[in-house]
C-alpha cells in the first residue's frame, strides 16, 4: 500500500542552524511533492512544490530536493529562527492521476534561540 | 482580502445530532476540499469537489455529506451515522483539482467536539 512518512519526533535545533526534515514514500510515482507548513490550530500554508524531473528548488531560505531513486525528499531551512518553529507537511499526488494530494502526518520543528 | 474562511471556530455537538460546517472562499477556486485532522496524524480527505453541483468522496466519507451548490460555498454536515467526530476539520481550495500544479489554499479550521 501506499505511504508517506515523516519523522513523528520533533526536530529540535539551534537558532542560526539548518533544519533537515525528511519525506519518504512507498509505492507512489509522484508528478510532484509540496511542502507546507502549519502552525498550532490553524490550517495548512504552502511553501514550495517540486515536479518530477526536477531536482531542487529554492525559495528564500527554503530548498527542496526530491530524488525520484531514493524515493525521497528533503527540506531545508538555513539559518534557522525561532519562528520557524511549527509542523512541516508534504503531500504527494495521489495515484490514478487525480492530483489531489495525499499528506504525511508532518514533523514538528523547534529552533531553540 | 481574499482567503478561505471557516466558521464556526469551534463547534460543540450533542451525541446524535447533526452538524455543518460551513466553508466560504473568495479567490473564484473551481475546486474544493475538506480533509479532517486528528491529533498526530496526516490530514485525510472526507469529499472534494471540482465543480459546481459535483462532488466526490475521498478516503473517509462514512458518515459525512456535502452539497456544492454555489462556486463559492462547500459546506460539510457531519451526521450522527460518523461514530468518532471529534477532530479539527479543515476546509481548502485550488484553482482546479485536476492539475499539475496543484497547490492548496487551507482555511483556519473547525474543532468539532462531541460532548
Known amino acids: 500500500s501506499q505511504k508517506i512518512e515523516q519523522n513523528s519526533e520533533a526536530l529540535n535545533i539551534q537558532e542560526g542552524k539548518t533544519a533537515t526534515l525528511t519525506c519518504n514514500y512507498t509505492?507512489?510515482?509522484?508528478?510532484?511533492l509540496q511542502w507546507y507548513r502549519q502552525d498550532p490550530g490553524r490550517g495548512p500554508v504552502f511553501l514550495l512544490l517540486?515536479?518530477?524531473?526536477?531536482k531542487e528548488k529554492r525559495k528564500e531560505r527554503l530548498k527542496v530536493t526530491f530524488d525520484t531513486t531514493l524515493k525521497q525528499s528533503l527540506f531545508h531551512i538555513t539559518a534557522s529562527q525561532p519562528a520557524d518553529s511549527a509542523t512541516y507537511l508534504c503531500?504527494?499526488?495521489?495515484?490514478?492521476?487525480?492530483?489531489?494530494?495525499?499528506f504525511g502526518r508532518g514533523t514538528s520543528l523547534i529552533v531553540h534561540p | 482580502d481574499g482567503g478561505i474562511t471557516q466558521s464556526p471556530k469551534y463547534l460543540f455537538r450533542k451525541e446524535g445530532q447533526n452538524v455543518t460546517l460551513s466553508c466560504e472562499q473568495n479567490?473564484?477556486?473551481?475546486?474544493m476540499y475538506w480533509y479532517r485532522q486528528d491529533p498526530g496524524q496526516g490530514l485525510r480527505l472526507i469529499y472534494y469537489?471540482?465543480?459546481?453541483?459535483?462532488?466526490q468522496k475521498g478516503d473517509i466519507a462514512e458518515g459525512y455529506s456535502v452539497s456544492r451548490e454555489k462556486k463559492e460555498s462547500f459546506p460539510l454536515t457531519v451526521t450522527s451515522a460518523q461514530k468518532n467526530p471529534t477532530a479539527f476539520y479543515l476546509c481548502?481550495?485550488?484553482?482546479?483539482?485536476?492539475?499539475?500544479?496543484?497547490?492548496?489554499?487551507f482555511g483556519p479550521g473547525t474543532r468539532l467536539t462531541v460532548l
Open positions: 481548502a481550495s485550488s484553482p482546479q483539482a485536476v492539475s499539475s500544479h496543484n497547490e492548496q489554499f
Open positions: 509505492n507512489y510515482s509522484p508528478a510532484y
Open positions: 517540486i515536479r518530477e524531473n526536477e
Open positions: 503531500a504527494l499526488d495521489a495515484t490514478g492521476g487525480s492530483y489531489i494530494p495525499t
Open positions: 479567490l473564484n477556486h473551481d475546486a
Open positions: 469537489s471540482q465543480i459546481v453541483n459535483d462532488f
